[in-house]
């Protein structure tokens, strides 16, 4: 392999941003041409309208401390059938970071830190997920695309960038295709499809009777819940006792990551998921509306993912892309499905280069 990384299309490295070459090897990474037209200005974040029962705490932003990292704490939104936590950090224009499946918010602290002084951000827990309640029903990627919506009108933020990791890549590409005029600029991570037409049918068709049976089982559902909270302290000693957590930790990373407080957190994300919201999520990846919100998307859009991504493998996360008709791919080296928290320099780099651009 020829020691200096190409994009794509050949393009040598030393054409590529210094940022984004500085320490680490990317795949590639290819530009939109100059003749884009720019994309519209970010509107100010906006004070909470009346009539939407916010409730806000009192904030600071994620920021290095002693070389680690803060979290920034929760803070919970009221919306109309119900409560959102959320942590907010930093300052600029508006950003929504949105989770993915068995996660939180927690998984964007150090996004969160890195865009301090350029982004108001916004990491939000989904229903179901951290520490924000489940639906009475669970939603799938529609329905978890209108709270995002409801939440953002909640703090009066009218358009804002958007970034979606895996399953909150599949909402963030709903929200960008069905409320245009509200994203800037999406970043999808770790999010892809499967190229083969005939597969996607396939899930397809699996996609209504799976989401009939989840509503026929809500009741065994509702029964379940209390079960869970009751033997989530034995789940936990199980899950944390070793090898599991490393053996977990192998599936979704390239490496199991120095810090053990992280494999700690991932696997209390985890316990905490609903099963009602897992089951919903799990479902909604077959949803056929994704593949057509993916084909509809205006907004510029970034593609990002790990060249040794198990759960969404390289070339899902390119088809995806050339579905949306994406100019921006970048597949980084020795990474796998969460870029942020295995490779932070050369993810958030990529961010800041496209976010920042006009």
Not at 60 to 70: D, H, R, V
Not at 128 to 156: M, N
Not at 197 to 225: E, K
């Amino acid at each position: 392999m020829n020691d200096r990384p190409h994009s794509e299309e050949g393009t040598p490295a030393d054409r590529l941003p210094a940022n984004l070459r500085r320490g680490r090897s990317l795949q590639l990474s290819t530009h939109t041409p100059p003749d884009e037209a720019p994309a519209p200005k970010a509107e100010a974040p906006q004070p909470p309208r009346r009539g939407h029962g916010l409730q806000l705490s009192t904030h600071s932003p994620a920021e290095a401390t002693n070389g680690a990292l803060k979290l920034a704490p929760l803070q919970r939104a009221q919306l109309a059938h119900s409560e959102i936590c959320y942590r907010q950090s930093g300052d600029g224009p508006p950003l929504l970071l949105i989770h993915g499946w068995g996660a939180s918010s927690r998984y964007w602290y150090g996004t969160q830190a890195h865009l301090a002084g350029r982004h108001t951000s916004y990491a939000i827990d989904m229903p179901g997920f951290g520490a924000s309640p489940a639906l009475a029903q669970p939603g799938g990627v529609a329905r978890l695309a209108e709270l995002a919506i409801e939440f953002a009108d909640a703090l009066g933020i009218g358009q804002f960038d958007l970034n979606g990791h895996s399953f909150g890549g599949a909402v963030a590409v709903y929200i960008a295709a069905h409320w245009p005029a509200r994203v800037r600029r999406l970043v999808v991570t770790a999010f892809g499809v499967q190229r083969s037409a005939l597969a996607r049918a396939c899930l397809g068709l699996a996609h209504a009777p799976a989401t009939l049976a989840l509503q026929f089982g809500q009741p065994l559902i509702d029964l379940w819940r209390p079960f869970q909270s009751q033997l989530r302290p034995v789940a936990e000693m199980l899950m944390s006792t070793p090898p599991i957590p490393d053996l977990l930790a192998s599936w979704y990373l390239e490496r199991a990551p120095e810090d053990r407080r992280l494999l700690r957190e991932g696997i209390a994300d985890l316990l905490d998921m609903d099963v009602g919201a897992h089951l919903a999520s799990a479902i909604s990846i077959s949803d056929p509306s994704l593949a057509e919100a993916l084909q509809t998307l205006s907004a510029p859009a970034l593609f990002v993912g790990g060249t040794n991504d198990r759960v969404v493998p390289a070339d899902d996360l390119r088809a995806a892309a050339e579905m949306a008709r994406a100019r921006r791919v970048l597949v980084i080296e020795q990474c796998g499905h969460v870029p942020m928290i295995e490779q932070p320099d050369t993810y958030h780099a990529a961010l800041r280069e496209f976010l920042d651009a006009a």
